[in-house]
């Protein structure tokens, strides 16, 4: 079982940028994709970034292209996710979960995954 605690979250004004992080421990073979998603109240939980294990392939949400970053650094079994030009839009819950075991083409679904973070608050004002 792998526990990931994200970190990072906070208060920012439209067009600034935060650094969110995740940190895995626990069964940590470091050979699984990574993804961020994020949740607004009365909203479905949406799919932002992916990454597989080496950091060479990612995917990202539509809302998020060219301004979010996923990446991470295995040595310290930690993703991150770099976010600029933040929009009020972008304010919700954002989890960090990993998807233990899976190979092939990168997850997207929430089901795809089987270990979660307890999110951290990204909150975008006008």
């Known amino acids: 079982q792998v526990q990931l605690v994200e970190s990072g979250g906070g208060s920012v004004q439209a067009g600034g940028s935060l650094r969110l992080s995740c940190v895995a421990s626990g069964r940590t073979s470091r050979t699984f994709p990574m993804g961020w998603f994020r949740q607004a109240p009365g909203k479905e939980r949406e799919f932002v970034a992916v990454i597989d294990w080496s950091g060479s392939s990612t995917v990202y949400g539509d809302s998020v292209k060219g301004r979010f970053t996923i990446s991470r650094d295995n040595a310290k079994n930690t993703v991150y996710l770099q976010m600029n030009s933040l929009k009020p839009e972008d304010t919700a819950l954002y989890y960090c979960?990993?998807?233990?075991?899976?190979?092939?083409?990168?997850?997207?679904?929430?089901?795809?995954?089987?270990?979660w973070g307890q999110g951290t608050q990204v909150t975008v004002s006008s």
């Open positions: 979960a990993a998807a233990f075991g899976r190979v092939g083409v990168l997850p997207m679904l929430p089901s795809d995954f089987n270990s």
